[in-house]
C-alpha cells in the first residue's frame, strides 16, 4: 500500500459499543497505513477506551454518556484549540451527533443516507458512498474512500502486553485446545438457552477440550455463567467477571474457539484472529456478525424474520429485527454441534 506523504489530522467519533468499536478499528488502522503522517484523535466511550488504550498511536477523548450535557461541554473544552483536517462521523446517533458540535473540523464526513439515522446529515457536510452490502464493517470502509485510501481486506494488529497475555495464560491454563464460551450479551434477549450453553460445553469436554467461560462482572452475566458452570458439574473453569477488557482481549487471542451470541466480544476475537462460532436470531449476521467468520454463525434470523414479516428477508430492510423475546431458543443445540464439528474440521482444532 503506498502511504500518503501529506499529514492528516483525523478525529474518529464512535462512542461505542465494543463491537463497532472493533469494527471500526480496522478502519483507522487502514488510514494509519495509507499516511505516512496521520495524527488520530479517536472520541469514545468510557468503556470503550479500555479497549483502545494499548493503542500508543490513537489520541483518547473520553465521553461518558452519564455525564450528559456537562460531558459534552468538557469535551468542547478539551479540544477547543483543535482544528481537525476531518471530522468522520460514525456514529448515527442523536447523543454523538450533538457532540460533534463540540468538534472543529473542515470536513465532516457522516453515513450514507441509508444509514444516517436521528437526522445525521444535519450535522455533516460530506457523506459516504452506500456499501455494497449490509455489514456494520463495510459501511465503515467506505469513510477511507473520500480521504483517497483505497479499501482493503479488513486486518487488524492488536499491541497486547506482555502483562495481559500473561495474566490470560495463567487463567486458561493447562496445555491442548481452548474453548471459551461468552454466554451473556449486555441484552439477555440476545442470549441462548443454559441447556444450550452447558450442552455444547460438556460436548466439548468429552472430546478433551479445555472449556472456559467468560464475561463482564454484570451480575446477570456472573448469574448465567455460574449456572451454565453448575450445569456442567463444576467442571468449566469460570472467569467471567475476572478480567478486564486488555485481559479479555488478550485472553480471547489465545482461545481456539470462541461461541458467542451477538456481543463485543465476537468482534474482539474476530480483530484477534480467533475463529467465532456465533449464534444469532434476533439480528441478520450478514449485518452484525462476526466479520471473518460469517460462515462459523448458526442463525435461525431468516427463518424467523420471514415468519413475522410474511416477505422473504431479501424484500426486508438489512436492519430489520426478530421481535420475539423468545427467538433464541430456536436455535438448536444439534445446530450448534453440527457447526461445532465443521470449525474443527475446517480450522484443524
Same mark, same amino acid.
Given at each position: 500500500m503506498t502511504k500518503q506523504q501529506t499529514t492528516l489530522k483525523v478525529c474518529i467519533l464512535r462512542l461505542s459499543a465494543i463491537g463497532d468499536v472493533c469494527n471500526a478499528l480496522a478502519v483507522v488502522q487502514q488510514l494509519q497505513h495509507s499516511y505516512q503522517h496521520v495524527d488520530i484523535t479517536w472520541v469514545c466511550g468510557k468503556a470503550e477506551a479500555q479497549l483502545l488504550a494499548a493503542f500508543s498511536n490513537i489520541k483518547l477523548v473520553v465521553y461518558d454518556k452519564k455525564d450528559g450535557l456537562k460531558g459534552m461541554l468538557a469535551i468542547k473544552r478539551e479540544l477547543k484549540s483543535q482544528q481537525f483536517d476531518v471530522l468522520l462521523h460514525m456514529q448515527a446517533a442523536l447523543r454523538a451527533s450533538l457532540l460533534s458540535c463540540c468538534i472543529r473540523a473542515k470536513r465532516r464526513i457522516g453515513f450514507d443516507k441509508g444509514r444516517a439515522k436521528d437526522g445525521q446529515w444535519l450535522f455533516t457536510n460530506e457523506k459516504i458512498a452506500a456499501a455494497n452490502s $449490509?455489514?456494520?464493517? #463495510?459501511?465503515? /470502509?467506505?469513510?477511507? /474512500?473520500?480521504l483517497g485510501v483505497a479499501i482493503q481486506a479488513p486486518s487488524w494488529q492488536v499491541p497486547f502486553s506482555q502483562a495481559d497475555q500473561q495474566t490470560a495464560k495463567q487463567l486458561l491454563g493447562g496445555s491442548g485446545k481452548h474453548i471459551v464460551i461468552c454466554p451473556a450479551a449486555s441484552k439477555a434477549y440476545k442470549n441462548w438457552t443454559l441447556q444450550g450453553y452447558a450442552g455444547i460445553a460438556q460436548y466439548a469436554l468429552k472430546q478433551g477440550y479445555q472449556v472456559s467461560l467468560i464475561g463482564s462482572p454484570a451480575s446477570n452475566e456472573v448469574a448465567l455463567s455460574e449456572q451454565v458452570n453448575q450445569a456442567c458439574q463444576g467442571k468449566l473453569n469460570n472467569l467471567c467477571g475476572k478480567t478486564n477488557l486488555s485481559q479479555?482481549? $488478550?485472553? @480471547?487471542?489465545? *482461545? #481456539? =474457539? =470462541?461461541?458467542?451470541? #451477538? %456481543?463485543?466480544? *465476537?468482534?474482539?476475537?474476530?480483530? *484477534? +484472529? %480467533? &475463529?467465532? /462460532?456465533?449464534?444469532?436470531a434476533h439480528h441478520n449476521p450478514q449485518r452484525t456478525g462476526p466479520y471473518n467468520y460469517r460462515d462459523y454463525v448458526v442463525s435461525v434470523w431468516q427463518?424467523? @424474520?420471514?415468519?413475522?414479516?410474511?416477505? &422473504? *428477508?431479501?424484500?426486508?430492510?438489512?436492519?430489520?429485527?426478530?421481535? #420475539?423475546? +423468545?427467538a433464541m431458543q430456536y436455535i438448536t443445540l444439534d445446530a450448534v454441534i453440527e457447526m461445532f464439528e465443521f470449525i474443527k474440521k475446517e480450522q484443524q482444532l
Open positions: $449490509a455489514h456494520v464493517l #463495510d459501511g465503515f /470502509l467506505q469513510f477511507l /474512500l473520500p479479555l482481549w $488478550a485472553l @480471547i487471542a489465545q *482461545a #481456539d =474457539l =470462541l461461541i458467542s451470541p #451477538d %456481543t463485543g466480544p *465476537a468482534h474482539m476475537a474476530v480483530a *484477534a +484472529n %480467533t &475463529p467465532v /462460532l456465533g449464534l444469532y427463518q424467523l @424474520i420471514e415468519k413475522e414479516q410474511g416477505k &422473504p *428477508a431479501a424484500q426486508l430492510s438489512w436492519r430489520t429485527r426478530v421481535k #420475539d423475546p +423468545n
